[in-house]
């Protein structure tokens, strides 16, 4: 099935230091949304952005709608090491239903 | 906590059984999607019932099927299964259609392993 496009794969960072990871697809979506997932867990919901353009934030998360409606990015500040775990972004399309399309994730670990 | 409930959290299965994952939907939520998460990929979207009925599906073969409850329980049924069907099944319970300025919510999943 379809996936978003996520990379790299891993990233490595230092606790303190800022990340940023981007998401882009080949379709266009009405909604983009971030999740973290840590191990043995389901997803949870970070963010989520429903305009092109629209830059939100949620505490030390900041993310992006693209204006294209083709990417988002998600940015973390100054990381803290409950920060690790793995990122996904997702698209919808709003339709007659409301099917999600995820990217691979990204696993992020900080360093102490 | 999400509200969600999965049941069983793991489990393991011989290729060619049936098995039956269930799910627990938060209260007042009549949407409930299930997805498909392999090792190291994103979550797969399986189908979506709505009131009980389906309201969309996936790229996935016939042998998987579902059922949801008026009581916001719902069921993923998977036929004959094969060792590729091992993965973290994932629920997720939201409010219906036209309400998406309110997101679902995942449950913690269930492991199948099929050997």
């Known amino acids: 099935g379809q996936q978003l496009n996520q990379s790299p794969q891993s990233m490595f960072i230092q606790e303190g230091e800022d990340v940023s990871m981007n998401c882009t697809s080949s379709?266009?979506?009405?909604?983009w949304l971030w999740y973290k997932q840590d191990p043995g867990e389901g997803p949870v919901l970070l963010i989520a952005l429903y305009k092109a353009g629209e830059l939100t934030s949620n505490g030390r998360l900041t993310a992006q709608f693209g204006i294209t409606r083709k990417d988002s990015f998600l940015n973390i500040s100054a990381s803290i090491p409950s920060d690790v775990g793995i990122y996904f972004c997702a698209g919808r399309y709003t339709g007659a239903n409301s099917k999600l399309t995820f990217g691979k994730g990204i696993t992020l670990s900080v360093r102490p | 906590e999400t509200g969600v409930t999965q049941s069983p959290t793991h489990l393991i299965k011989t290729r060619g059984q049936q098995v039956t994952l269930r799910c627990s939907s938060q209260s007042g939520h009549n949407t409930v999607s299930w997805y498909q998460q392999a090792l190291g990929q994103g979550p797969q979207f399986i189908f979506q019932?709505?009131?009980?009925?389906?309201?969309g599906r996936g790229n996935f073969p016939p042998r998987f099927s579902g059922l949801q409850f008026p009581n916001y329980s719902s069921e993923l049924n998977v036929n004959a299964l094969e060792l590729d069907d091992s993965a973290l099944y994932l629920c997720a319970s939201s409010f219906g259609p036209g309400r998406e300025d309110t997101e679902a919510f995942f449950g913690q999943g269930t492991r199948l392993t099929v050997v």
């Open positions: 379709s266009i979506f009405n909604t």
């Open positions: 019932y709505y009131r009980e009925e389906k309201n």
